[in-house]
């Protein structure tokens, strides 16, 4: 065998090891969950998508900043969870500022539609971000303490997901403590 086939035969190998290790780490990185709302009382995947594309128009992915979208009966159903194609193939999220890229990069984004600065979660709403949190969590082997609310994640300067979401709660319900 030539010096210049084994050279191709080794590099064409290391490329596709790396590119099977890439592929099997890719969908596998996430480490942290954050818990998003709205703050509007209507929302399915086409209305997001919509908005997103008006307030960040120049963002090369179009698809919602989130993972999941957890409905509260006004567009999508209640506790429905939807996704669209950013989750699908594990492309990282948009959904916490620049401060925290690796929140972006390595966190998967929940968004409860309603406004929770208004309102309480819906009980059938929360029982789907429990047991979709609890999922993930157990998937991916996300710690209790990596899940965090958009406005408790440190750095962050915000109310999301609102001062009526019940974050104790949700904290003792991951947990197991509830």
């Known amino acids: 065998m030539s010096m210049k086939r084994r050279t191709l035969l080794l590099g064409s190998s ?3 090891l790396g590119f099977g290790a890439a592929g099997y780490y890719w969908p596998r990185r996430w480490q942290y969950i954050v818990i998003h709302h709205s703050a509007g009382n209507y929302g399915d995947i086409a209305f997001l998508q919509k908005v997103h594309r008006e307030r960040q128009a120049s963002d090369p992915i179009d698809a919602i900043p989130y993972h999941y979208v ?15 194609w950013r989750q699908e193939y594990a492309i990282w999220g948009t959904h ?6 690796d929140r972006n990069f390595f966190g998967l984004g929940i968004c409860l539609i309603g406004n929770f600065e208004n309102y309480a979660v819906p009980e059938g ?27 408790h994640t440190p750095g962050e300067q915000t109310k999301c997901p609102g001062k009526n979401f019940p974050m104790e709660r949700f904290k003792r319900d991951i947990n197991g403590l509830s």
């Open 14 to 16: 290391l490329a596709l």
């Open 70 to 84: 957890i409905g509260n009966g006004n567009g999508l159903g209640m506790g429905e969870i939807a996704s669209d």
């Open 96 to 101: 916490v500022s620049g401060r925290n890229t």
């Open 125 to 151: 709403q929360y029982q789907a971000l429990l047991t979709l949190t609890r999922n993930l969590m157990a998937r991916f082997d996300i710690s209790p303490t990596a899940v965090t609310g958009h406005g």
